[in-house]
């Protein structure tokens, strides 16, 4: 157990919806990534945020967006879903500014029928 | 270009047997830290060891050993005494920046090892 939590598990939904995942990171990481796994790119980096701020941007879609609350939980919001969103979406945390691991979460598998 | 490069999609390998994975990297920074990640059938991304540019000596975790060979630009990951439960898929990764930097990790295809009774 890595000790990033994250929510929901699975989420089975329509092309055109919009979904949030939900990410905790480790207590006391200030660090949160998210990343995209799909069969045919890979994992992909999505978006970081550090202590409430967003710092770095990858390959996220303009259709897809995130937030990082005060008590530093965060959030993914994926709207006007397509069949291509299907993937494993995960959160990472990292402390940030001593240590370099990123501990993952067990992921949130989308599923966009 | 491929900044990670893993040119192994699938490996077998005896139980009890050592197994390198291999990894080859690619940047222009002076620092820069190198991962593996396991990845189970149950999909959470597990960190096995960290290698740090300018470490000299070799990381080892237990029975996971990172062969680093910075002027080759390669990071293998070198797993002694298989068991069963090390069948997985494995990622290289690599993050690029000065130590305690909290950059993004970029990601290799990732190899699948089969371990065999």
């Known amino acids: 157990d890595s000790g990033v939590t994250q929510t929901p598990k699975h989420l089975i939904t329509a092309t055109g919806q919009r979904v949030t995942l939900r990410c905790s990171p480790r207590s006391g990481d200030l660090s949160v990534y998210w990343y995209q796994q799909s069969l045919d790119q890979g994992l992909q980096f999505l978006i970081q945020?550090?202590?409430?701020?967003?710092?770095a941007k990858g390959n996220i879609l303009e259709r897809f967006s995130a937030q990082q609350f005060p008590d530093l939980h965060s959030e993914l919001n994926l709207s006007s879903l397509e069949l291509g969103d299907s993937a494993l979406y995960f959160c990472?945390?990292?402390?940030?500014?001593?240590?370099?691991?990123?501990?993952f979460g067990p992921g949130t598998r989308l599923t966009v029928l | 270009a491929q900044k990670i490069t893993q040119t192994q999609p699938g490996m077998f390998v005896q139980e009890k047997e050592a197994v390198t994975l291999d990894c080859t990297y690619d940047t222009s920074d002076q620092s820069y830290g190198l991962f593996w990640y396991k990845q189970p059938s149950s999909g959470e991304m597990i960190f096995l060891i960290y290698q740090g540019s300018y470490d000299e000596q070799n990381a080892t975790e237990g029975r996971y050993s990172l062969n680093f060979q910075k002027a080759r630009k390669s990071a293998n990951l070198v797993i002694s005494a298989s068991q069963l439960g090390d069948s997985a898929m494995y990622f290289c990764a690599m993050r690029e920046g000065p130590r305690g930097g909290n950059t993004p990790l970029v990601f290799g295809k990732g190899t699948r090892l089969s371990v065999i009774a």
């Open positions: 990472a945390s990292s402390v940030g500014l001593a240590y370099n691991e990123q501990f």
């Open positions: 945020y550090y202590n409430g701020e967003e710092r």
